[in-house]
């Protein structure tokens, strides 16, 4: 397959590299080397790369939400605001019961489709009852196919939820397979032990709703609250114990939410290598208390930005949660929070050094910004996106535009 040089008035292949007068050099749908001068496209050029001339913008990797429903995009408006998660829920319930599998499906497609037109290329998709896996067989964003499993702490329910998991995805080329044990307080300390087998096995990315509300914290380590009336008898320990009791606190693993940490449990996440996902306009829709970004700072722990679903958010565009966060923490740099969009997610994801970046080896998924995002250098520039200021002119995947399809353009 010929080599293709991708070429821009400037590039940003990491939050700290601004290239002006670059390219990308790409063969199947990876990245072979960045090219740092005009000099360097020319000799890739005369060694037989077919040029591709992008203009006067700015080229960077695509954006990787690592939290994402995509099959809940239909139930956008459906649902009420506010601090009543467990209401919420039960009316989730109720009207993704109403959707048959193949609207369900449908819906998971859309939402892959608004999520790529706004510049993400990679998802961390929780996948409930597999209408992301029917919708998104030949889709071209990129997906981290999290297989959901839970039992509710009902022992006459964690068989299925094994025969679920027992079932691997079928390989596709712009898929991988995870696995979303649900949340510590939906998933048996029975069933949690029986998951590590196979994720171990098959070397799955791991990625729960943890420690999302103060009633599940709570429930956990005491027993009391309002989830006991639902539940049945508290594990009595917290949510970070079961994992590491099955062996599950490792890398990588995307916690989700992290909004009410333990004392210690920054730290313990951090020495684990596991990453924190924090979804900022899903947290605006529920009204909770500030998320404890600079607790996890402190102890190192990486955070990444997710969407949740748009049954708690108004569309699937990260650089709404970038401004959103930008907004509420206004000391947060941009080359911060850019890493937040990209290399973070990446890691969060199991994709460190193959999304997020451009890298040698990485895949080629990149974003197109527009010439006037790009006045003042690579600071300015990631000022302006990240405080919700410019959105990509183009979105490329594996070094080609994909057309209405969902093909690729050769």
């Known amino acids: 397959m010929t080599a293709s040089v991708l070429r821009a008035r400037r590039l940003l292949p990491t939050a700290d590299r601004w290239i002006e007068d670059g ?9 072979v080397r960045v090219l740092t001068s005009p000099a360097a496209v020319r000799r890739a050029v005369r060694a037989g790369a077919r040029e591709h001339d992008l203009g ?18 239909g139930l956008v408006g459906a649902l009420p605001r506010g601090p009543d998660f467990r209401a919420w829920v039960q009316e989730l319930m109720r009207l993704r019961a109403s959707r ?9 497609r859309a939402g892959a489709d608004q999520a790529l037109a706004s510049g993400t290329t990679c998802v961390g998709d929780v996948d409930s009852v597999g209408a992301s896996e029917r919708g998104l067989a030949d889709h071209p964003l990129f997906t981290v196919l999290f297989r959901e499993v839970l039992d509710a702490q009902d ?15 079928p390989r596709r080329v712009g898929r991988i ?11 048996s300390p029975a069933l949690f032990a029986e998951l590590a087998g196979p994720a171990r096995r098959r070397r799955l990315p ?38 590491a009791a099955a062996g599950l606190l490792r890398a990588p693993l995307a916690l989700v939410h992290g909004n009410f940490p333990g004392r210690g449990e920054p730290a313990r996440i951090a020495a684990a290598g596991a990453v924190v996902v924090h979804c900022p306009r899903s947290h605006q829709w529920f009204e909770r208390p500030p998320f404890p970004l600079r607790r996890y700072r402190r102890a190192g722990v990486p955070i990444a930005l997710g969407t949740d679903s748009l049954a708690s958010n108004w569309d699937l565009d990260l650089h709404h949660e970038a401004a959103r966060l930008a907004a509420v923490e206004p000391g947060l740099g941009p080359r911060e929070l850019w890493r937040m969009l990209t290399v973070h997610g990446a890691r ?26 790009a006045g003042g250098g690579g600071d300015a520039f990631l000022e302006r996106v990240t405080r919700g200021g410019a959105r990509p002119r183009a979105v490329l995947v594996g070094g080609r535009r994909p057309n209405r399809s969902g093909a690729r353009r050769s």
Not at 100 to 108: E, F, I, K, T, V
Not at 215 to 239: H, N, Y
């Open 23 to 31: 390219g990308v050099l790409v063969a199947r749908g990876r990245v």
């Open 56 to 73: 006067d913008g700015v080229l960077t990797p695509g954006l990787v939400n690592a939290h994402a429903h995509l099959e809940l995009s």
């Open 100 to 108: 048959s599998a193949r609207r369900l499906a449908a819906d998971a």
């Open 155 to 169: 022992p006459s329910r964690t068989a299925a939820a094994l025969r679920r998991v027992a079932r691997a995805l």
């Open 177 to 187: 397979e995870g696995l979303a044990p649900h949340a510590p307080f939906s998933v």
């Open 206 to 243: 791991l990625s729960m709703h943890w420690s999302e509300t103060e009633e599940e914290v709570r429930w956990l380590r005491t027993g009391a609250g309002s989830f006991g009336a639902w539940l049945g008898p508290s594990p009595r320990c917290s949510g970070l114990e079961l994992l």
């Open 348 to 373: 969060a994801l199991g994709l460190e050094g193959r999304a997020g970046e451009l890298a040698p080896g990485a895949r080629a998924d990149l974003c197109l910004y527009p010439a006037d995002a």
